[in-house]
């Protein structure tokens, strides 16, 4: 049980790019970071209008000499404080994560982004060896992957109590862009221009989440070849995507498949992970995080719930509130953002022995699904086809 | 409201080959035919060991003489009774279904078949063709199709309230042969032995129940091409398949998928069809056959009940009792044995007005089924690639 | 698994007063009672009017002299049989269940009757009588207690899996009749009608089905006193109601609720029984009579599914197919009709030994019914007050 | 939609008593009061311990010279600094609730107290008139009452779309006391003892809950007389009890039903409330705030999601995040405070205009529920007879 208290006995200096004004991922950046006083908000480069972005940063209380007009101005500004941020969240466009990751990465700061991290594997490379260089994190903003039950999920499947594993369902498919509101609605527009968000739409943007959830639940599994086709239902965002499916093969010998959609008319999220061994299976939907299914074969069904004595140790250790309580998404981001803290911590210490069994989002997982990505556009592209991993 | 009341004037005479006994899948043929006196059962081959079948029927109420100990000794004998059967059932072995049906065909009979009619699309060109000449009925005991729920969502699209149809997915993936149970479990060995069933387990036994349905729901759209990955989890069942996944191009853009298993681990059915329009969704699940989920866009997801007075006329027709009440499997199959009586009867009337917009599984239907599991055997077997239908 | 076969080497002759024409619990009744053959409909009186009785027997397969004007006729002349029905189901309005059933029993004949049996304790205490002096058996439709899983959670209860039962909660609760649709809908005005119905609307007519299956599922308790409040909303059914709360006292110190209402908007049967021990409860629902809820204080909620080998003999024996496949609620029916037949069989054999375990709604639990109406009447006319029982 | 912006343009100086350690109620009381700048927390008497108080409030940022040792002295030493606290939140054990709250307001503090307020409606008026005294507001934390949806309920039933309200069921019912656990739980330990929690366990520390969610949602309607029956399954908590049922009846002729439990087995919360009126029902459930049933006689069920266009205004305007994503506790907690503090400000500024029909559970809230459970004491302790409100 959380309880507010710290996770560190030190609060890390901590600065945004990108996140002002009405931002709404601005918004849980800031709840999660800020929330049990694991990060001090010290700095900012809120907007790309310099004016704006100071205005707001002083409103939430940053001071007016460290809200800054960019990203390059304030990296440089802030390493010449004593006191200047250790951690940066970049919470801007998708194409701008890469060369932002890299300057913060440079500047001797570690990194909080959303995903993608990137756009390419190559690029992936490159974050990845910055990190290793520098002795840096980078945490990937993977939200839904905080919430507890993925780790009681994790823990059974260690356990074998689904025996070996064979089938990997994964879906995020909702049906908010059904039709082409991006023609009314801007903060949908670049989500479906190449220009802002790569070679794809629903399958970086959506898959890549439950994507993350099942490597989390079943992290020994590694894709060998996929096989991807995908579609413009709304024809004005092609050759981006608004719905696709995608069949894999592990090395395990298991299957899974992923289905990413914003054309699911009706769906709210539609995300949910199915991960179904030789004895049982387990599944999850992030529209009821609190609940997960045990579905042991010839047994009753059985629904797990946050916070009860029974579940494993790691599951209950995020708690913030007692079992019953709905905790909601803002506490999946706030245990991400303390986990955060925590790597960050113990790299700055050198702290190994910490670090090897410690689970939260970084530089790979981010790099995993950049890769996962383009091996998808690849297969689709080529007209549904196989490609290896 | 069907209260009991015969769908004709008269009751065709009725035979049946195999089902006696304790199997299950006899029982569930009788209780529709014989529910609401549309079929009066006058003769049988209830089973390959003749004298049981002969006990077995006249237990049921079966004239003795009329208990016969092969199928061919049946037709030949019932051909020769003025009052002899009108139609037979056949509830044997999948690998026997295409000799009779042609046999029954070839007598003069009616016949209601389970699925799959046959193993090859040149047996069913055979049996459509003979269809024809004879100008007899086949009709096909896909049961599932006859809860009343489906042909509400038939309505709908119809009416265009889903808008154009983009995507549908089916699946039926229950958990029950997760391991090798065929091992202890006589009614189980059959459906993995190819002689009996032929060139597939799942993709035959389970997915073209959920393919029919969506047939039934979306009648215009034909698959173009299609993609089959199939795996056999429990080795020994090997080559057929226990899981498979099916991708499917339709001719209006649209796409499917289905999933079919064996080894879902803790699922009971798993049976259901999702169809996605450009402007709503619907989605039916087999376990709860009353219920009929209708999500449009930007409103509130709506559950529409069996029985209730907002529905088409043709979802209320085949109800027996009043909304609230569950109806079930029987139920549903008692519609299709009303249905395919009324095709019979028309038919032997040569009432093709009635029959240009009637609904059943027929021949046509069984067919469609056979084909789909050719093609989709035929990808498989080549590594899972795209073949054209 | 039942499978169609009989449950006796014979099959009782049966008669029917009411239930004629499109009455959908005349079909309901032959639909139960005929399947399996456990009962041949050989007579009837089956409408008020005389003419249209004979000519809807005749249409079922009634011979023309056995379609009688009415019950008085029926019972003389089919005593005069040696061929006479044994059994008469009553499906007519209840008012005349009474002298119906008296008259039956006083025939020689054994009875299926709707609930309530009558509508005074002192009724109730003849029939009780007459059954035991007669040697007969009074089956009452309790249609829903037919349920396989309602007898599983009787098997648990008495195996003490719930500890002390503490609570017991019961509704039925729909809102068909939220205004006063029976101005317009002549099959509910007799429902509303004291004249037809009693002293009881929505607590006779709903109430005493959850309270018979609470008296299934815990036989062993007694209510002592109960308080009853009703309300009319529709304000021309008072003084009958259309919605009540009762609360309950039993013998053993557990405390229960019922709520039954015809006004419940927007629900369909609403009907429910959760019973609270101090280990776990228990909770049922007739929308989805397949699954039963099984909640231990402290273990995560599991799901009982129908046919499941996890489950009780008991609760296996009625199974017509297996489990995943849904049964509904003629299969209920069926089932009582099937253990009203083995009643009635083993009470003309003085079978006592079978019948001393042998649950089936019996006049008993008819009476039991009557009794708890007079009781929440007099209760409710008195101010809503306590009324021992 | 929140975002993170103040409520106002100044954040309010705030205290807390109580609340420190591992209080789960402290923590979420900081959560709240904390997210989004409204309140800045300046001085604390946060333990009974002063020593341990003092060194709790250092570690979350109070200064050492504003952690007391007593509320008493907090009030006396905050009133003499110019930038002294302006807010007190009061997280004791409730039979301290009533002095500290009187001495808050007449130390010319607003106040934010659990519930109950006090333990006697004699207590209750006179806090009620010393807020009036003192121009002050009483925030009470009816915390799931901040769930927007409930809201939405509040717009609907308003506009008139339930037609006149019948019914309203309540139930708060969980099972995590079905045992006498507070033999080795200290927190549970103190909420079945009369010295602390005063006359009632389970009326006063659940049932107000529900009770005030419907207030919220049909504000309108007075309850005129109350029956209540309560027990003591755990026999060691008599005279409090574990599990109660009341029967209400309001002024409008509408009737109510309450069910407060620690005892429902295999519940988590069990917190529901349904509003039935003459066309239409709303049924709202805390375990899944974010969802709505909407339910129209003779439609389909509706599901309302929270964060969707089709909502009323008001019940989107404290959305933290899209629809889709689950908002929790936290967030319904964060609404209130921020309401809290817009009532507090707009208090200060004699802003009647403001508050006329500005919502939040204020003083009148917290009295109605304490008089409520002082009536069902009084009720159930004389026999469960009816008492007039």
Redesign the interface.
């Known amino acids: 049980?959380?309880?507010?208290?710290?996770a560190l006995n030190r609060s890390l200096r901590w600065g945004m790019v990108g996140g002002g004004g009405?931002?709404?991922i601005?918004?849980?950046h800031?709840?999660a970071a800020l929330?049990d006083?694991n990060f001090t908000l010290l700095a900012g480069a809120f907007d790309i209008d310099a004016e704006r972005g100071r205005a707001f940063g002083q409103?939430?209380?940053v001071a007016a000499d460290r809200c800054y007009s960019d990203y390059e101005t304030m990296f440089a500004a802030e390493a010449q404080r004593e006191d200047g941020i250790e951690v940066v969240s970049i919470a801007t466009p998708n194409n701008t994560h890469f060369p932002i990751c890299r300057a913060a990465l440079n500047a001797g700061l570690h990194v909080v982004c959303e995903k993608p991290l990137c756009f390419t594997a190559a690029e992936a490379d490159e974050l990845e060896q910055l990190c290793a260089e520098k002795n840096k994190v980078i945490g990937v903003t993977y939200g839904y992957a905080g919430h507890q039950l993925i780790h009681q999920a994790r823990e059974m499947i260690a356990a074998g109590q689904?025996g070996d594993i064979?089938?990997i369902?994964m879906q995020f498919a909702?049906?908010?862009h059904?039709?082409a509101v991006e023609l009314e609605n801007a903060s949908t527009r670049w989500r479906v221009d190449p220009r802002f968000v790569g070679p794809s739409y629903v399958l970086g943007d959506l898959a890549t989440h439950p994507l993350f959830i099942a490597e989390t639940m079943v992290p020994d599994l590694q894709v060998t070849r996929l096989?991807c086709?995908r579609?413009s239902?709304v024809q004005s965002r092609a050759p981006l995507e608004d719905?696709a499916?995608v069949?894999m093969e592990y090395n395990n010998?298991a299957?899974g498949?992923m289905?990413a959609?914003a054309?699911?008319?009706?769906?709210?999220?539609g995300q949910k992970v199915r991960v179904?061994?030789?004895?049982?299976?387990l599944e999850w939907w992030?529209?009821?995080?609190?609940q997960l299914?045990?579905?042991?074969?010839?047994?009753?069904?059985?629904?797990?719930?946050r916070g009860?004595?029974?579940l494993a140790a790691s599951a209950l250790a995020d708690d913030?509130?007692?079992?019953?309580?709905?905790?909601?998404?803002?506490?999946a981001w706030s245990n991400l953002y303390r986990r955060f803290a925590q790597a960050m911590d113990a790299t700055d210490r050198d702290d190994s022995a910490f670090l090897q069994d410690f689970w939260y989002p970084g530089v790979h997982a981010g790099l995993t699904g950049v890769r996962w990505v383009e091996k998808c556009v690849a297969s689709a592209d080529a007209?549904?086809?196989?490609v290896d991993c």
Chains 1, 2, 3, 4 share one sequence.
Not at 263 to 269: I, Q, T, Y
Not at 286 to 290: A, G, W
Not at 383 to 386: I, M, P, Q
Request: with cysteine; aromatic share 10%; hydrophobic share 30%.
């Open positions: 049980m959380i309880n507010g208290m710290k009405t931002s709404q601005g918004y849980i800031r709840s929330r006083s409103s939430i209380g689904l064979r089938i369902n909702h049906g908010f059904h039709e096989l086709s579609q239902f719905n499916f069949l010998g299957v498949t289905w959609s054309v699911n008319c009706g769906s709210m999220h179904i061994g030789s004895k049982a299976s992030d529209e009821q995080p609190n299914r045990y579905e042991v074969q010839g047994e009753p069904v059985r629904i797990l719930e009860m004595g029974y913030r509130i007692g079992g019953g309580h709905p905790e909601g998404l803002f506490e007209g549904a086809v196989w």
